[in-house]
DNA sequence: CGGTTTTGACCGGCGC
DNA sequence: GCGCCGGTCAAAACCG
């Protein structure tokens, strides 16, 4: 089995509980096939997006509307998706908007107890226990078992590895990934109290595809306040939360599923991306779906796009039929 | 000079 | 218990 440096990665479906661990990432990739492959499926609830990033690079690296449509998340099985989001959508939204910093649900406290137990304690006292190696050590974790925050990855299609996704970003490691000649680097959500984590990895079957996987919920909304997209200012508006994307390709999410505010941005922001290249592939076509991409309840549930007809329609000239299942 | 990146070492989990 | 491996630390280097 190739890519078994990905055997831990995990991805939590933002509106459930339950992990989809992905045991192999070649299976991940299939299993991954494109946006569009989810806009046939109702089973899914959430929007795949091509985090792709045309923002970062020259003209002559752009212009490749297909590869642009192959990026997708990584996303957990409809079954389980379908098992838990309708039962407990708003614990499940609190589990990603609220900070792991301030649990307040015993949802959240189990569900962000790495954090918890990880992040915080690592550099206060234990002066007694440090004495004997030469780096302090992380406190010693009670019978509990580890648990991750909630994951999620992108595959995407880019030239550069670390893609622009509107926060800032430090690299705090790098390691070299088994049976990959790729490296994989770790970053952290630069903003203090903000305990966000992302690795980005180089798939060694796709060189050109980098898997970017997010842990954690920023606490804050992206500090770059002014993108060159030009469709609503997201990032600059005191409401972001409730500005969000689900995918302007109307992507089936389902009415009763709540989905982070925080998560929807990060979507939004890498689908924003998408929109950018696909304007430039289909010109007025792309200003249409610009215009219409965010329709959305004021309690942040993310409506049925109604761009979904005329989408499938545009996306039917770049998209192979067989992709483009119906509902 | 402050923030970021690099990089070797270390730690903990896990499988055998 | 041991070794492997993913993840993290932290000092040094780098950079604007």
Partial sequence: MEFTDFSKTSFYYPSSQSVWDLGDLAAAERNSLGFMELLGS?????ATVSPHSSLLETPQQ???PSAKLSSSILQAPPSEQLVTSKVEPLCSDHLLANPPATPNSSSISSASSEALNEEKPKREGNEEEK??????????KNNQK????ARVAFMTKSEVDHLEDGYRWRKYGQKAVKNSPFPRSYYR????????????ERSFRDPSTVVTTY???????????????S????????????????????????GSTLISPQFQQLVHYHHQQQQQELMSCFGGVGEYLNSHANEYD?????????????????LQDVVPSHMLKDE
Avoid at 215 to 229: A, D, K, Y
């Fill in 42 to 46: 109702q089973h899914h609830d959430f």
């Fill in 62 to 64: 752009q212009r490749q």
């Fill in 131 to 140: 004495s004997h190696t030469k780096k302090q050590l992380k406190p010693k």
């Fill in 146 to 149: 580890r648990q991750r925050e």
């Fill in 189 to 200: 959500c630069t903003t203090a109290s903000c305990n966000v984590k992302k690795r980005v």
């Fill in 215 to 229: 842990e954690g919920q920023h606490t804050h909304i992206s500090p770059l306040t002014s993108r060159p997209i």
């Fill in 231 to 254: 469709n609503g200012g997201f990032f600059g508006s005191s409401g972001a939360a409730s500005n969000l994307g689900n995918g302007c390709f109307g992507f089936p999410i389902d």
């Fill in 298 to 314: 004021d309690d942040n549930r993310v409506k049925k796009s109604r761009v979904l007809v005329k989408d499938n329609g545009l």
